[in-house]
């Protein structure tokens, strides 16, 4: 089935990283003299680095310099980095190393699209960098999602139209993204955050078994009809 292709987001999706974001985050949040819960870190999700410094610092109510702010990015970083340098293997989320070797047995290439600068590392921590045809990182792009430049980066990896590119996504900005990048959009996740999905599942593990051979090959084959009578 070389005819579609998957991208996937990385935390969330493939592995959770999150925890260790809040963490790396509150400790920040701590040095500057404010709280910062698991509730102001959900509008984190999918936001680049220096966005994300940007919101944290608009909670605190707290403004610095710019050579102050690229200061604290680097302690973030290097906190983050303290933190994912000990995963393994045990933190791929569940359904995750199955629905990779459903994809190979079905002969359809798959790569990464993250927002994450650290997603090559985090990949060989958790032994999955061999199984991805391409990586599109933080360092990759100079738009974060949602605008699809990480995603369309993808299907040029994967020498597809987007149309054929499936994206797994645990973000409303990841999902906004894909949608806007004309692929179909699969949130993980609660489906009531991640409605503008095209399908939603709560984890990986609920992927049916037929869903790339019959779900997604008629969602797919409806979507060209509709272009093509849109285009007459």
């Not at 939603?200 to 509709?226: A, G, H, Q, R, Y």
């Amino acid at each position: 089935m070389n005819n579609i292709g998957v991208i996937f987001d990385l935390d969330g999706v493939i592995v959770d990283t999150a925890k260790y974001h809040f963490l790396a985050w509150k400790n920040l949040a701590d040095n500057l003299g404010f709280e910062f819960t698991e509730t102001h870190n959900e509008l984190l999700k999918g936001v680049s680095r220096v966005r994300s410094l940007e919101i944290l610092l608009d909670i605190g109510n707290v403004k610095l310099s710019e050579e102050k702010k690229e200061d604290l990015l680097i302690s973030k970083n290097k906190d983050y980095l303290g933190y994912i340098t000990k995963m393994g293997p045990e933190e791929i989320l569940p359904g995750a190393s199955k629905l990779l070797n459903v994809l190979d047995d079905l002969g359809i290439a798959y790569v990464l699209g993250s927002a994450s600068k650290n997603a090559p590392l985090i990949l060989e921590q958790v032994n999955l960098f061999e199984r991805f045809a391409g990586i599109v990182d933080g360092n990759s792009v100079s738009k974060a999602k949602p605008d699809p430049e990480v995603f369309l980066i993808g299907a040029e990896k994967l020498h597809l139209k987007p149309e054929n590119c499936i994206v797994f996504e645990d973000a409303i900005a990841g999902v906004e993204a894909a949608n806007i990048a004309n692929m179909i959009s699969i949130g993980i996740g609660d489906a009531k955050t991640l409605h503008e999905a095209d399908f939603n599942f709560n984890n990986l593990t609920e992927i049916p078994e037929d869903f790339f051979t019959k779900v997604i090959s008629e969602k797919i084959l409806k979507n060209n009809e509709s272009r093509l009578y849109k285009t007459k």
